[in-house]
């Protein structure tokens, strides 16, 4: 996957899905996620969007 400058917040939630399907846990995604922060660098709001992204992925997939 290249980095996601286009449209990260898309891109993002999309890879959050992806693993969440395939089994992995949250603390797996976060660590996966963080090799693709945004342009601009990861900020509080951005951190937050990752976190709640990979809570609502992994609680839907169980």
């Known amino acids: ?3 996601p ?10 890879l959050v899905v992806w ?4 089994g ?8 996966v996620a963080q090799n693709f922060g945004p342009k601009n660098g990861w900020t509080d709001e ?3 969007f990752v976190k709640l992204a990979a809570k609502v992925a992994v609680g839907n997939s169980k």
């Open 46 to 48: 951005t951190k937050q």
């Open 1 to 3: 996957m290249s980095t």
């Open 19 to 22: 693993y969440a399907q395939h």
């Open 5 to 14: 400058y286009g449209n990260w917040q898309k891109n993002i939630v999309s």
């Open 24 to 31: 992995r846990d949250y603390y797996y995604i976060i660590r």
